[in-house]
């Protein structure tokens, strides 16, 4: 090997080295900027899984309300039920006392008498 061809195999391993270097330079740029975004993601993730542990206790708390409702809405029903019994029974009685206290005033509450004749 001549010293020309030994020269010219040097530069080409400083040139490929160089070229080496440099690409190793961005693959560590890119693992930073990776790394920031991850980072970033995780963040977010935490962030995310915070609030659905919030929206879960939401969730069960507005179930659990709803049901007290349900429940207070069905005795509600059932005292509404009993009320409107109470008050159909109260207009019948209303309505037996109306006439007789009309046939009262009617007939001033006797038996008219026969006159004889």
Known sequence: MTEEERDKTVQFILEQQAAFAAQMQKIAEAQVRHDEIFEKQDRLLVRQN????G?????GRLAA??????????????RLATLETNLTTLVERVDTF???????????????KRRKA
Request: proline share 0%; aromatic share 0%; charged share 35%.
């Open 65 to 78: 309300s709803a049901e007290e409702h349900e429940k207070r809405l069905a005795g509600t029903e059932e």
């Open 50 to 53: 915070d609030a659905i542990v």
């Open 55 to 59: 929206l879960t206790g939401i969730v």
């Open 98 to 112: 109306i006439v007789v206290v009309e046939k009262h005033i009617a007939g001033n509450g006797r038996k008219k």
